[in-house]
């Protein structure tokens, strides 16, 4: 069995947020970046720290893809497709607190 190859240039994705209804934002994105650095790039649009954010890959319809959970993957790992969504929520820990609101 051949692997895909993964496909090069950026993908165009919608970002949306849990806790931002109204928020939704057409971007292009390197398929070439890590998770971990797209946590930092969201965290800059959306105010929710790359700790506190799950981020999940869903198609146009809303249908979940693929969780992006290894910091340490490339976009690309995960085939995007232009215009699918990329979901970010925000994360809480087990004691019902905002993990962004805690200070150390």
Same mark, same amino acid.
């Given at each position: 069995?051949?692997?895909?190859?993964?496909?090069?240039?950026?993908?165009?994705?919608? +970002?949306?947020?849990s806790?931002?209804?109204?928020?939704?934002?057409?971007?292009?994105?390197? !398929?070439?970046?890590? +998770?971990?650095?797209? *946590?930092? *790039?969201?965290?800059?649009?959306?105010?929710?720290?790359?700790?506190?954010?799950?981020?999940?890959?869903?198609d146009? $319809?809303?249908?979940?893809?693929?969780?992006?959970?290894?910091? $340490?993957? $490339?976009?690309?790992?995960?085939?995007?497709?232009?215009?699918?969504?990329?979901?970010? *929520? *925000? !994360?809480?820990s087990?004691?019902?607190?905002?993990?962004?609101?805690? !200070?150390?």
């Amino acid at each position: 069995m051949e692997a895909m190859a993964m496909p090069e240039g950026p993908v165009t994705l919608f +970002i949306t947020h849990s806790n931002l209804t109204s928020m939704s934002a057409e971007t292009k994105l390197p !398929r070439t970046m890590t +998770i971990g650095k797209l *946590r930092d *790039r969201l965290y800059m649009s959306t105010g929710t720290a790359p700790s506190a954010q799950a981020l999940t890959l869903q198609d146009a $319809t809303g249908t979940p893809v693929a969780m992006l959970d290894d910091d $340490t993957k $490339t976009l690309g790992f995960y085939f995007p497709e232009d215009g699918m969504l990329l979901h970010v *929520r *925000r !994360r809480w820990s087990t004691a019902g607190v905002c993990v962004v609101c805690l !200070r150390p």
